[in-house]
Nanobody
Framework: QVQLVESGGGLVQAGGSLRLSCTAS????????MAWYRQARGKQRDLVAR???????TYADSLQGRFTISRDNAKKTVYLQMNSLKPEDTAAYYC???????????????WGQGTQVTVSS
């Protein structure tokens, strides 16, 4: 199995920055794409950013270049640097990892428990 531990959320004023981290552990045999999603209260969960195993990145159009996703394969960790935060960025942020584990043939998606980001105006 694969476990994900997220950290870095919190309360920040508009215009501030936060850096989220998500570390994968367990019986991982191959780590494919890593991504961040967010879900505001009463809304659906949406993709924020995604990074493939080769380092290619994808971002939600609405971010306008304020967020940067990166990964450290040796640490099995994905980061989300969030700058110029706005109140509308307030949400629970979830890490998702696509991986294979010992005994598994196919890739599977694993989710973190979520970390709350609150941006005050």
């Amino acid at each position: 199995q694969v476990q994900l531990v997220e950290s870095g959320g919190g309360l920040v004023q508009a215009g501030g920055s936060l850096r989220l981290s998500c570390t994968a552990s367990g019986s991982i045999t191959y780590l494919s794409a890593m991504a961040w999603y967010r879900q505001a209260r009463g809304k659906q969960r949406d993709l924020v950013a995604r990074v493939t195993s080769s380092g290619s990145t994808t971002y939600a159009d609405s971010l306008q270049g304020r967020f940067t996703i990166s990964r450290d394969n040796a640490k099995k960790t994905v980061y989300l640097q969030m700058n110029s935060l706005k109140p509308e960025d307030t949400a629970a942020y979830y890490c998702k990892v696509t991986a294979t584990s010992v005994g598994a043939i196919y890739l599977a998606d694993y989710w973190g428990q979520g970390t709350q980001v609150t941006v005050s105006s």
